[in-house]
């Protein structure tokens, strides 16, 4: 899940539910390992939107990627750069 693709000029396609605007978001990509393709998306979406969430424990492997190229894994609950 990303906000690369879908996006225009000042925003993008995941929209932020409290302000009904393109969400801010820390990083531009995330993947979810999960043994469900629908529970790996919801989950990778979750975590491009709140990456502190509760549930992300759910995914195997959660890799992340920031606006500067930085590669970020999710680990004990925590993210580290990969």
Same mark, same amino acid.
């Given at each position: 899940?990303?906000?690369?693709?879908? =996006? $225009?000029?000042?925003?993008?396609?995941?929209?932020?539910?409290?302000? &009904?605007?393109?969400?801010?978001?820390?990083?531009?990509?995330?993947? &979810?390992?999960?043994?469900?393709?629908?529970?790996? *998306?919801?989950? =990778?979406?979750? &975590?491009?939107?709140?990456?502190?969430?509760?549930?992300? *424990?759910?995914?195997?492997?959660?890799?992340?990627?920031?606006?500067?190229?930085?590669? $970020?894994?999710?680990?004990?609950?925590? $993210?580290?750069?990969?």
């Amino acid at each position: 899940s990303g906000v690369l693709a879908r =996006a $225009w000029r000042g925003g993008h396609h995941l929209i932020d539910p409290r302000t &009904a605007r393109p969400a801010d978001t820390r990083f531009v990509q995330v993947s &979810a390992v999960h043994p469900d393709l629908r529970h790996a *998306e919801v989950l =990778a979406k979750l &975590a491009l939107l709140r990456p502190d969430a509760a549930g992300l *424990e759910d995914a195997t492997v959660l890799l992340a990627f920031d606006a500067h190229g930085a590669v $970020w894994r999710r680990r004990d609950g925590r $993210w580290g750069r990969a």
